[in-house]
C-alpha cells in the first residue's frame, strides 16, 4: 500500500500542531492574566516586569544551526535612580556613573536580570564524527545585568553577561531531554562539541524613536532605530538596525528583539503604556524588523579562544530579518515573530529560519 505521508512529514506535523497549542494556551494566558493579578491593583506609574523568551528552529519546521534558545528576565520598576537595594547591580554602581549618558540627571533609569541559554548544532545531527563543513556543536549558559537610561524617545543600554561555553553550560543534557520528550533523534555528535571556556561580554545599544505616535491610547505607529556593539570572548560586532510597529493600543517601550544581548528590556516606562491601564486594554500590533551585524569575532564559528576546537570560516555580515505580531491585554503581553538569519558561514548551505516567542508580565 502507498503512504501518502511520510515518517518525516508526519513528525513536522505533530510538532507544529505542539507549537500551535503552546501558542494557543499563551494567548489564553494573556487574555486570563490581568483578571488574576487584578488590574485595579496596579500602581500608576512604576512596574517590574518579568519576561520569558522562546526560541526554536522547530517553530519553522527546521533543526540545525541556532537550534533553541531560552531566556528569563526581570525588569525593575522605572525610577529617577536605579535601586539602591539590589544586588549585584550595586556593586557597578561606582562604574556605571562614569558612562556618558548616566550624566543627564532628567533621565529614567532601570535595571534588568537575565538567565539564558543558547544551542547550536550543525545540521546533520546524527553523524557522530565532526562535520568538518558545519558548525561546531556548542552552548552558552550565562547570566547578564543590565543598566537602561532613557529620555523621551531615546534609551541607552549596557549590559555585563558571564557565562559558560563547553559541556559546562548543559546545553548537551538540555537538548536530549527536549528530543526525549517529543521523540525526536537524538544528536549524536556532542562529544565534537566546543571545549569548556568562561565568557565575559560588555555590550552596549542605543534606541531612538524617530516616528511616535498613538502613544496615549487607540490607533499608533513608531520608527525604532538601534545601534550598538559588543566586545567580549563570545562575541565581538557592531549591530545597526530598524523596527516598525503599527497597531492599535501601543506600548511605550522600545519593542521585543530576537534573543540577542540587550534583548532583555521591554517593560512600561510611564503611565500612558496600556499596561498601566484599569480597564485591562487590549492591542494588537504589527511589527518588521532589519537588523546587521559586523562579526569580527564568535566563538560559535570561530571556535574556543584559548584551547584547539572544531571551527568554521564566518561571514564578516550577519542581517536578521524578523516580521510578527504583538497581543497584550491589561498587564500581560505575549509577541511571536518569524526570523530569517542570513548564512553565518562560508560553507553554511542555506538561510536559517527560526521562531520566537516572548511573554511578559508587568506587576
Sequence with gaps: MTSYFSIDSLYLFNLKSSAIKLITALIFFVLACPFFLNAEE???ENLNTFS??????YFAGEDGEYSSGLKLTWSSEIKDQYPKDIWPH???????????????????????FALGQNIYTPEDIEAEDVVDKERPYAGITYLSLGFHSRLDRKMDSIEISLGLVGPSSYAE?????????FDDIQPKGWDNQLNNEPILE???????????????????????????GGIGNALTYYNLGLAYRIGWNMPNDFGVFPIRPISSFNGSFDSKDPRHSKNNKIGIQLFASVEGRAVLYNIFLDGNTFTDSHSVDKKPVVSDLATGVNLSMGSAQLSAAYVLRSKEYETQEKAQQFGSINFSVSY
Design 90 to 112: 550595586r556593586w557597578l554602581y561606582p562604574l556605571v556613573k562614569y558612562i556618558p549618558f548616566e550624566k543627564y540627571a532628567d533621565r529614567k533609569k532601570n535595571i534588568t
Design 52 to 57: 520569558i523568551y522562546l526560541e526554536n528552529d
Design 42 to 44: 496596579l500602581p500608576e
Design 202 to 228: 560588555i555590550v552596549y545599544e542605543h534606541k531612538k524613536k524617530i516616528i511616535q505616535s498613538g502613544t496615549t491610547g487607540g490607533f499608533g505607529q513608531d520608527l525604532i532605530f538601534n545601534t550598538g
Design 173 to 181: 543534557e538540555c537538548q536530549k531531554a527536549v528530543h526525549s520528550v
